[in-house]
């Protein structure tokens, strides 16, 4: 079974100061597409981005862009020019590819405050 | 906005009852997903269903159901309630490909008291 794990269960920035959030998933699969999500205050899931594994490149969305390491299993998430917006938890998910349900799983999130 | 929707926001309800929560997915979204979010389980998947079918179950309990109807709307029937099913219940839809992002409502918080 796929696993996704979150390592920092808190972490915390300055306004305007970079932070790297952790990701490591667990698959023998080899197609596959990873995302991450935010949850702020009002409980609504939002998808930050999103990275398909047969893609070399790593992903960008604006201030957010990740690092992708398959041969590691890594997919963290780096937040550029924090801002307090950004205060919320993190969800790393993981979808596999292959025929049958697209169901997302997801790590036990990190929490992230922004210090002004 | 995702354009998920999802009724009722809030649910109090006491142990032993039944309750009923909505979803209703993005215009041209032929995929519903359900997840529930505790504090000692994380997120986790409970069904899909994909145009009216079921396809694919997660951990759901055997008192929890689900149905998909010709309208898309889906239906999340939870009954003999414990406390332990305290959680926020989000629906996520999409349509179906395998490119496809899911994108989730605003969630139904359920209090089992």
């Known amino acids: 079974a796929q696993t996704v794990t979150q390592s920092q269960p808190e972490m915390s920035v300055q306004e305007a100061e970079t932070v790297t959030l952790s990701c490591t998933y667990d698959?023998?699969?080899?197609?596959?597409?990873l995302f991450w999500y935010k949850q702020p205050p009002s409980r609504q899931m939002i998808l930050v981005i999103r990275?398909?594994?047969?893609?070399?490149q790593n992903a960008t969305e604006n201030r957010f862009s990740v690092n992708f390491q398959k041969a590691a299993k890594s997919f963290s998430l780096k937040i550029s020019d924090s801002q307090l917006g950004d205060a919320a938890m993190y969800f790393c998910?993981?979808?596999?590819?292959?025929?049958?349900?697209?169901?997302?799983?997801f790590g036990k999130g990190t929490k992230l405050s922004v210090i002004p | 906005d995702s354009g998920v929707t999802q009724t009722p926001k809030h649910l109090i309800t006491a142990t032993g009852q039944r309750v009923t929560l909505r979803c209703s997915p993005r215009?041209?979204?032929?995929?519903v997903y359900w997840y529930q979010q505790s504090l000692d389980q994380g997120l986790q998947f409970l069904i899909q269903?994909?145009?009216?079918?079921?396809?694919a179950k997660g951990n759901i309990l055997e008192r929890f159901s689900a149905q998909q109807f010709p309208d898309l709307h889906s239906e999340l029937n939870l009954s003999s309630l414990e406390l332990g099913d305290s959680a926020l219940y989000f629906c996520?839809?999409?349509?179906?490909?395998?490119?496809?992002?899911?994108?989730f409502g605003p969630g139904t918080r359920l209090l089992v008291l």
């Open positions: 215009s041209g979204d032929l995929s």
């Open positions: 998910a993981y979808r596999y590819s292959g025929a049958g349900s697209y169901q997302l799983t």
């Open positions: 269903y994909y145009n009216g079918e079921e396809r």
């Open positions: 698959t023998s699969e080899s197609d596959y597409y």
């Open positions: 990275q398909e594994a047969y893609k070399q």
């Open positions: 996520a839809s999409n349509r179906g490909g395998l490119a496809e992002t899911q994108y």
